[in-house]
């Protein structure tokens, strides 16, 4: 198991990086964090000609956050990303997907652009940039573009990057306010890719009811799939809302695959039940993220 | 008299080392050798129309590729059947290359040999391999079918069949007033040690002579058969174990074809050559275990108590039969356990499949066997409505029955009789461990809470330490350093410490002045290998033996030079002296140096030992008769039967109700390996065992599609189980000496394996209501059982409906 | 076709090392082969067991999924880094002896470069911390049982270090520095 022979760049800027990548065309690719693209090249399932290694392009590493939300450079490792406390606190759906992509140890290395260029159907980061409709900063030589999550994903691992691009930031947008987020998964081994996963957000109006509530679904469709799940639970307070009528909805709604670690008819089973548990985490989110914005002054005594 | 070692938790000498990153593994080794790879097959099943090496050849760095047509002589014939048996219908092997067929993916077609391992796999992409695909044989279903055979000339897929007969079961069965069939399922896993294996060959052009490194559980055993391939005396072959990173079976010797290859290049080429396994060839190309199905048919009376047991068993041994059939013999043997089975039938069939081969993986069969004897005791206290456990306490074998033969004959040929053991008491303690009487009111207390608990149990007889022998070599030094050799080798088992701990207690040494050598024969050439648990009891007895000569040389030595009676000496903390007058003696370097008639004065100790010598005695010649200069002795240790250690074990498992979800809260055992000679390295085995116990339970399998494609060949898919999925162990010792050997020692290495796909196989049907016929299960496992118990396909297990029924009564509902 | 080759500098266990390797040379293959430092190990390739671990600028990465040209210019631990410059053993390699955190230990050095940075960060884990910690990396032999023990005890054999006045630095001993580029 060891890696087929390639022309390696190693350019310390990004207008560097693009004329390489211009050149080399259909024969290059990135290298980032390398976790998802070396363990393909030492089984030889992958041999491009060049590797365009972006690493020294310190510029794109970088966590900003601003009123719009988070953007993530692509040099950013998924471990500075879930380290980031004010990355966190705009968006806590970002550590709660971190937390559960591989272990620390991977995560000190591998990228989350990389991740949601990469696109595995079954990794955590493309079901965060899906449910919260966020996008990612493409640029080559020729000009620059954003692509939407929904327009993103082709197939699995297939997104919609042409060869001479390169995915400089992705921007996950902040939630409405009232919205909480959570994200659950049942993998074979913790730190696996999930058999099964759904990041869920809900948001509660001022009235404390729902109104929205929408999952992202890991290893249950070729991209990662979002689901308006809101006809099921609107308008009720989250104590009452029927998470589990929801669960349904979502089952009805999704199509899974066997593989040889579960049937289909167990994928479908736990969207059901982890959509359940997600919304209500979810819900109960959003109660404390209300509860802390506005604080009730007779509850606070 | 300095403090006994053997029994105490000595931290292990092997660790400096290996914490300081100066182990030295296969691949550490042979930083100038050339890199072989191994082009496999990529089908399970097809004939070898061509290879055409062309577009290899200009790869820059490749040395040299060879095909079958490259070699002659026993080279190019089939490996030998290592092991053959009676049963054995149709013994087939591979050949070290293949010969114009190949039998399962991952078989080695050609090999290469490159500059480096990164050419050489450059080269052997280019190598094209035209293939006529024949039809796979992929499981027992259809080997049994053998709508296709895996070997051309057979007419179906048998490689072997046996019955073996204690009275007429049958009969048996037939006229006992209960009787129950089951069929249980064990699918394959395999022992993945965290190191593959690997082969490095030097050839000497000036000696002749060939050295061997090899990742190997048996030095000699691979010795002998690359002299015998090469063509070689076996003199001039010297087979070194390095560092091992675990081995667990799988680097038994047969011999594996590269380690026949490699070694053949290093001549044929002058020059170092090493091939160090990948974990993808691992899994395709090295030795899989445990897929087996058994048929079992019980007749029992009123108390649980067997009358007869009839079982069928059928193993899937895969594409050869290189190690014969210890498998399924051991399984038919000690699928018994701690229990008298009244009349036994077993019969097995060994059958051919175009997957990767089969040889033992710790255990060794015995997890099959444990599995299907505790699932049917189960299932018998089910059907009679009484305690899992007391239905097991009426069919132990009683202390006082031992020695107990079974009349069978075990996996050494030998007759199958436990030497000793005290099972009721073993069962005792793992139910107090376990807390097994108050459960019954935890479960019902997790149910009102809407969580699914349940308790499992399982016991287990292991045969350890066969012979026929192992040897013992050990040399005092005149620098008062002690240097210890015995044959087998080591994988991480702490041998060396052990074997130190042993010897400086019968040389009254200190541990420090003691050093070990395993599987080096150079050193020891004598030997037949670690398996079947059998290093502490084989060469901890063998080195004690030889200890005990060289003590009583050096009394006798000492006792001439300090003019004492030998009956009046002793030796602790390295020097012999008369016993209650320390002063008056001398060290055992000096000893060492009085030993030896030619006493050149090189160093401190033999001027020392010159205050000691003796007058000459003309009337006798300097080295009296019958003995030998030097202070060193050789033994062997060869027992008449096997030892069988015992143990048994408890889990309370979680079930998630809606997840199906799978969770161990706690797992106890009780062991019994005789005397402990260090408590760590014993607990440290069962921790491994219970692991891997665990891991087969409900992580590991090979997936294995219709084509036989292994679908999961990479630790992201076969699942080794990280800390978090291994629960804390609860350990508690027994120890019954064996009569067998002069430690009183049993073996340890295997019984932490034994009984974990029983155990929580009973734990899970306990949780759940319902029968667990089958292992590995996954959460997808269960899930799919749950939906055909709730179709009604599967039926409840009777006590649970029992409890539903006083659940209802208690609560006024009824019962549904 | 010969391949091209790339000069790189690294600091290996504080020496500064310098090594010509073509640019799919993995990290784990030069510091093994070309810098002969075989502490390292190799389990998978694939960046599952955790064998390959080195600390790289302190933190934990596998070897096995970098290149080495990528190392270029950073600092490298390896197991052969761990102990103090005088040989005293850093309390994790203590640790893992006493506790008998080790069988074959092929898995070994994957794990002590991960404890050793862990504790680091976290001087005073649980035993459910400690267990965590070590969650990536594979060990056939040991059940990990003795592993978390090992952690815990390295952590006090650690603060104990500390409070030692002859130790000075309250940090072990030896080179396992954060320090990012
Ligand atoms: C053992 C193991 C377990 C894992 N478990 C999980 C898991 O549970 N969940 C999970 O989500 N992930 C998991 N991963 C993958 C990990 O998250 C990777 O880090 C991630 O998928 C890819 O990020 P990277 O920076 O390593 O990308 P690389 O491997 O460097 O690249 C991946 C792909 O993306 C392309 N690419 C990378 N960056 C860019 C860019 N900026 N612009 C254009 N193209 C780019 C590359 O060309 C390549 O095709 C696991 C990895 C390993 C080794
Ligand atoms: S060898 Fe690097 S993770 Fe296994
Ligand atoms: S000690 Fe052998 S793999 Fe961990």
Partial sequence: ?301 | MSARMFGAPVQRTEDERLLTGRGAYLDDLGADAYAAVFVRSPHAHARVRDVDVTDALDVDGLIAVYTHEDLTGPMAEPLPLLLPHPCIVDGRTPHALAAGYVHHVGAPVAMVVARDRYLAEDAAERIAVDYEVLAPVVGIEAAVAAEHVVHAGMSDNVAAHLVQEVGDARAAIAAAPHRLELDLDIERSACTPMEGRGVYARWDEAGGSLRLYSSTQTASGVRAAVAAKLGLDVGRVEVVVPDVGGGFGVKIMHPWPEEVMVPWAARRLGHGVKWTEDRREHFIAAAHERGQRHTVRAGFDDEGRLLGLDVEILHDNGAYLPYGVIVPIVTSTQLLGPYKPGAYRVEFRSLYTTTVIVTPYRGAGRPQGVFAMERTMDAIADRLGRDRAEVREVNLIRPDEMPYDQGLLFQDGRPLVYDSGDYPRTLRMVKELIGWEGFAAERERARAEGRRIGIGLACYVEGTGPGPYEGGHVQVGTDGRVRVATGLTSQGQGHHTILAQIVADELGVAMSDVEVTTGDTRRMPYSVGTFASRGAVMSGSAVALAARKVREKALRVAADALEADPGDLEIAGGRVHVRGVPGAGMDLGTVAVLSNPLRYAFDEASRAATQFARPADHAAPPVPEGDAPGLEGTDFHSPLRSTFANGAHAVVVETDPETAEITILRYCVVHDCGRLVNPLIVEGQIHGGVAQGVAGALYERMAYDADGQLLNASFMDFLVPYASEIPPIRIAHLETPSPLNPLGVKGAGEAGVIPGAAVIASAIEDAEGFPVRSMPISPSDLFGLRRRFAAGEIPPLRRAERARGRRANETGEPDV | MNEETHEIRLRVNGVPRAATVPARRLLSDCLRHDLGLTGTHVGCEHGVCGACTVLLDGRPVRSCLMFAVGADGHEVTTVEGLAAADGTPHPVQRAFRECHGLQCGFCTPGFLTVVAAFLEENPEPTEEQAREAIGGNLCRCTGYVNIVRAVLRAAELRRAAGRDPQAGDPAPRGPVRRQRP
């Fill in chain 1, 1 to 301: 198991m060891k890696p087929p022979p390639f022309h390696y760049h190693a350019p310390t800027t990004l207008a560097d990086a693009l004329t390489v990548l211009g050149e080399t065309g259909p024969h290059g690719k990135i290298l980032a964090g390398g976790q998802s693209l070396i363990p393909l090249l030492n089984m030889r399932l992958a041999a491009p000609a060049h590797l365009i290694d972006i690493n020294r392009l310190a510029e794109l590493d970088r966590v900003d956050v601003d009123d719009g939300g988070v953007r993530v450079g692509a040099l950013a490792r998924h471990a500075r990303v879930e380290a980031d406390r004010s990355a966190a606190e705009a968006i806590p759906l970002l550590r709660q997907g971190l937390r559960l992509v591989a272990h620390p140890v991977i995560r000190n290395r591998g990228t989350t652009v990389g991740s949601l260029v990469h696109a595995d159907p079954s990794a955590e980061m493309p079901a965060v940039l899906a449910l919260l409709g966020g996008s990612l900063d493409l640029v080559s030589a020729s000009g620059r573009r954003t692509v939407a999550a929904a327009d993103l994903y082709v197939g699995p691992l297939e997104s919609c990057l042409r060869a001479d691009e390169l995915a400089v930031c992705a921007r996950f947008p902040r939630p409405a306010p009232g919205t909480g987020t959570a994200f659950v998964e049942i993998a074979r081994r913790r730190g696996d890719y999930a058999v099964c996963g759904v990041a869920a957000l809900v948001t509660l109006d001022d009235d404390l009811r729902v109104a929205a509530a929408r999952a992202a679904y890991l290893s249950m469709a070729p991209v990662p799939h979002v689901l308006d799940l809101i006809e099921a639970v609107a308008g009720r307070p989250p104590d009452t809302a029927d998470f589990a009528a929801a669960g349904r909805l979502a089952r009805g709604r999704l199509d899974p695959e066997d593989d040889i670690h579960a049937t289909a008819e167990y994928r479908a089973h736990l969207a059901e039940v982890l959509t359940a548990r997600a919304l209500r985490e979810a819900a109960e989110a959003a109660v404390g993220a209300l509860g802390a914005s506005r604080p009730d002054p007779e509850r606070a005594t």
